[in-house]
């Protein structure tokens, strides 16, 4: 069975850090584009970072450029999302999903996306 399955988030104090793990099962990651969105209550859900397949380009939303860091780990076939610095914005839920439009500017990322994890919550508390 294909399967996403996004984890590791929690509640975290704005300057606090949190990695998020998306790991697949029923294929292999580093075979396709995997990014990473967030939805916060009434807001439209964005793109925030997305690594592609093969060279391993990496892209951000401008909003976490400096504190997010997305990185592969093929033997563990999973994607991680290492969130530093965390604001108080940075709340929402968080999905990862295979297949993605790796780009920069991330607009059209989810166009094509074929998998998607549960979501995991982040809380960013003051």
């Known amino acids: 069975e294909v399967q996403l399955q996004a984890s590791g988030g929690g509640l975290v104090q704005a300057g606090g850090s949190l990695r998020l793990s998306c790991a697949a099962s029923?294929?292999?990651?580093?075979?396709?584009?995997i990014g990473w969105f967030r939805q916060a209550p009434g807001k439209q859900r964005e793109g925030v970072s997305c690594?592609?397949?093969?060279?391993?380009?990496?892209y951000y939303a401008d909003s976490v450029k400096g504190r997010f860091t997305i990185a592969s780990d093929n033997a563990e076939n999973t994607v991680y999302l290492q969130m530093n610095s965390l604001k108080l914005e940075d709340t929402a839920v968080y999905y990862c999903?295979?297949?993605?439009?790796?780009?920069?500017?991330?607009?059209?990322?989810?166009?094509?996306?074929?998998?998607w994890g549960q979501g995991t919550q982040v809380t960013v508390s003051s």
């Open positions: 690594i592609s397949s093969g060279d391993k380009r990496r």
């Open positions: 999903a295979s297949d993605v439009i790796c780009i920069p500017g991330l607009q059209v990322m989810g166009m094509a996306a074929e998998y």
């Open positions: 029923g294929f292999t990651l580093d075979d396709y584009n």
